[in-house]
């Protein structure tokens, strides 16, 4: 999703990753744990200079209702986004839960103005109209039209 959004507006697309190393096991009892708790993974790359961009779009998986803990680690890790607007999204079984309210909240903490919110479920993941209206929400707040 995030690759769609990068290419329909021309948006540079910063890949993070969870470098807590889970697996199948420890992702539901730790990864989920560490979600509801607010908690903060190690991420590479572990600084996001966004200083060069007006409009920053943060997308997570949810984890027990809640943004992972590597989508926490990457807000905190954002440099240069004071004053600027965002969008969040995320993707889920069904039940986002507070995800989008909690990411809203953790780019305020950064001065960044949250203009837009999605949540996905599954179903929805390839509903085109849906996605449109994302990348609609990014051109908007970015003053493309
Ligand atoms: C540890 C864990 C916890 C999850 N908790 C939720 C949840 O609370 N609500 C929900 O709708 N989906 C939940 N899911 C489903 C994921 O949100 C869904 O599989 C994900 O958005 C798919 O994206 P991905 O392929 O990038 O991981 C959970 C998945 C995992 C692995």
């Given at each position: 999703m995030a690759k769609r959004i990068a290419t329909?507006?021309?948006?540079?697309?910063?890949?993070?990753?969870?470098?807590a190393g889970y697996n199948k096991i420890t992702l539901y009892l730790k990864g989920s744990m560490r979600?509801?708790?607010r908690e903060l993974d190690e991420i590479e790359p572990a600084i996001i200079d966004v200083s060069g961009h007006s409009v920053i779009?943060?997308?997570?998986?949810?984890?027990?209702?809640?943004?992972?803990?590597?989508?926490?680690?990457?807000?905190?890790?954002?440099?240069?986004?004071?004053?600027?607007?965002?969008?969040v999204f995320a993707t889920c079984g069904g039940k986002a839960g507070e995800t989008l309210a909690m990411m809203k909240e953790a780019l305020a903490a950064k001065g960044v103005d949250v203009v837009g919110?999605?949540?996905?479920?599954?179903?929805?993941?390839?509903?085109?109209?849906?996605?449109g209206e994302l990348v609609s929400a990014v051109k908007q707040a970015a003053g493309m039209g």
């Open positions: 329909a507006t021309g948006g540079e697309l910063i890949r993070v990753k969870d470098l979600a509801r708790r779009v943060v997308g997570t998986p949810v984890w027990a209702w809640s943004p992972t803990p590597a989508a926490n680690a990457a807000i905190a890790a954002l440099m240069g986004c004071e004053g600027k607007k965002g969008i919110g999605f949540a996905f479920s599954q179903k929805e993941l390839t509903d085109e109209q849906k996605l």
